[in-house]
């Protein structure tokens, strides 16, 4: 008999890679978005791209966890000298924005992510927490899990308390029953042990924890997590 029985689960970077999936998104709506004004969109550099995102959230805490939000007044940002009309503008930035939501979800999961999935949904309460805007609603994976907590809903973002406790509040399932699996090791594990829940790494680029001398159980292929959860918290 298990002692968990929530397991709460981080998506980017857990269950696929974020990095390769967020430049491709980011390529292809600067293309669409190209196409759609007549004179060149100065994009600027990286360091542009995330000093503009720094001034616009001294602007807007809300933008701080509002991803989808933050992303629109980025594109508004690029936008505004190309667009005079306000209402075309807002048409525009919000169609950009659901070409890039279409473009973010396009991920390739992590092999054994979706088996193992579903052979735990059968026997536990499941679980998303995520800092991300990702929908599993729109990935089809929404029927495995009890519930999906984003950072807009707890206006937060993890490793702060709000999402974990919203987990406990929805299920009705004490900390020391909840393990929580992802790969931040401050946003996912510290957060987490932080409030007593349990906690398996996945520390997919094999880091050295060095946040104290209690490393994480952790794992590197969703192939071994059952085996782990059985030898972790099965007796
Ligand atoms: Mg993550």
């Known amino acids: ?73 980025t594109i508004c940002h690029h936008l505004k000298d190309h667009i005079h009309n306000h209402h075309e503008l807002e048409q525009l930035v919000d169609e950009a ?11 390739v999961f992590f092999d054994q992510v979706l088996n193992t999935l579903e052979v735990l949904a059968k026997n536990y309460t499941l679980g998303v ?45 004490d900390f020391s029953q909840t393990l929580h699996v992802g790969d931040d090791p401050l946003c996912d594990i510290q957060g987490a042990r932080n409030l007593g829940i349990n906690t398996m790494w996945f520390n997919l680029n094999g880091l050295v924890w060095d946040a104290d001398n209690n490393p994480p ?8 997590f059952i085996k782990l959860l059985s030898l972790h918290y099965e007796q």
């Open 129 to 173: 927490l995520t800092n991300g805007n990702a929908d599993i609603h729109k990935l089809g994976i929404g029927h495995l899990f009890n519930f999906s907590i984003s950072s807009i809903d707890v206006q937060n973002n993890k490793p702060d308390p709000a999402h974990f406790k919203a987990a406990k509040e929805i299920s009705g399932i």
């Open 1 to 73: 008999m298990s002692q968990i029985k929530l397991i709460t689960f981080d998506l980017d970077d857990t269950f696929w890679d974020i990095k390769s999936v967020i430049i491709s998104a980011e390529k292809n709506s600067r293309a669409w978005l190209g196409s759609r004004v007549s004179k060149k969109i100065n994009w600027g550099s990286f360091e542009d791209f995330m000093s503009i995102r720094q001034e616009l959230i001294k602007d807007d805490p809300r933008l701080t966890y509002d991803l989808g939000l933050l992303r629109q007044k």
């Open 97 to 107: 924005y659901k070409f890039f939501l279409e473009e973010r979800h396009k991920v």
């Open 217 to 224: 159980n952790e794992f590197n292929h969703w192939s071994e």
